[in-house]
């Protein structure tokens, strides 16, 4: 049995070597792994976690190194399926700290990603699972959106955790990923977003009222993220505000990830909420001070090391 099962994107992460310059004017690059719920899955199991990923790669040297990534950070990768046609992903982007990173997807019309059909699942170990995450992106297309329904459908007790991860470039309209989101958050207990991806989901962006809209929708516990304004959550009985952890940001897009990972943590071990948040925020300021996501996602020691940092 996993701890965790991430469902959806996978790629390759191409990401310039230098800051403060524009793709036209870089000249080095360095290749990472990469894609949402797959970096969620690294995070958790640099954590101790038992974690897998359910997602697809092309029939191409990407696609091996994806697999070859997510195996040498100690997740399964038996769920990974191989598409022929469609080649594997990549993402470039920019990086101008403290807090502009245009990001570049490369993903074609149909990804791999997004053709995984509800025949592939293993619903069995997805029920078994500890704490099942998916992500808005993987609701964008069919077949990938059979396959989270049937997945959702199969979900017993344990977490099952809402990435409410809205890219507009990956959907034909926000009104789309409002709807599909919508559809889906009656199935999740937890749904975690930052201020653009909660107005997505609930139309308002303003965070109590966000986060009482996704109680409202179903969920048990909603995780509002603020940027340089910390993290809000709340559930029926309690509200929690974390305030954001210093670091100077080197590169901010794999920070949510790293918060993801660690937010699977704090849940799955039972922690006070306040407690989760304040590990999860260290967590994604952790990566956020660094290049790469999958690569630098930080072990609990050092996420412990950093909060004794900012409260000694």
């Avoid at 990534?69 to 594997?88: C, L, N, Q, R």
């Avoid at 990956?170 to 207990?189: D, F, G, I, M, Q």
């Avoid at 653009?196 to 009482?212: F, I, L, N, S």
């Avoid at 300021?285 to 900012?310: G, K, S, Y």
Wanted: charged fraction near 20%; hydrophobic fraction near 45%; aromatic fraction near 8%.
């Amino acid at each position: 049995m996993f701890d965790l099962i991430t469902i959806g994107r996978c790629g390759v992460d191409i990401y310039p070597l230098q800051t403060g310059v524009g793709l036209a004017q870089v000249e080095t690059f360095g290749k990472f792994l990469g894609g949402s719920p797959t970096n969620v899955a690294v995070a958790a199991a640099r954590h101790g976690l038992r974690a897998a990923v359910i997602t697809a790669v092309g029939a191409d040297p990407f696609g091996e190194y994806v697999r070859q990534a997510i195996g040498g950070f100690g997740v399964s990768d038996a769920y990974v399926a191989t598409v022929e046609g469609p080649p594997t992903p990549v993402t470039f982007c920019e990086i101008f700290p403290p807090d502009h990173f245009p990001i570049y997807f490369y993903r074609g019309e149909h990804p791999p990603d997004l053709r995984i059909t509800p025949s592939q699942l293993d619903l069995d170990a997805i029920a078994g699972a500890r704490l099942f995450w998916f992500s808005a992106t993987g609701l964008s297309q069919e077949p990938s959106r059979a396959a989270h329904t049937a997945a959702l459908a199969a979900r017993g007790a344990g977490p099952t955790v809402f990435d409410l991860d809205y890219r507009p470039t990956l959907w034909p309209s926000r009104e789309a990923a409002h709807e599909a989101v919508r559809a889906a958050l009656p199935y999740a207990n937890v749904a975690v977003g930052n201020l653009d991806e909660v107005e997505t989901a609930v139309g308002v962006r303003d965070p109590e009222a966000a986060a009482r809209a996704l109680l409202a929708a179903g969920v048990e516990l909603a995780v509002v993220k603020m940027g340089p304004a910390g993290v809000y959550a709340r559930t029926a009985t309690e509200t929690v505000l974390v305030e954001p952890v210093e670091v100077k940001v080197v590169n901010g897009i794999g920070a949510g990830d790293a918060f993801g990972g660690a937010l699977c943590l704090g849940l799955l071990r039972g922690w006070p909420l306040e407690r989760v948040l304040r590990f999860a925020n260290a967590a994604g300021a952790f990566v956020a001070a660094r290049l790469a996501c999958a690569d630098a996602m930080p072990t609990t020691a050092e996420v412990d090391d950093l909060l004794n940092e900012v409260h000694p």
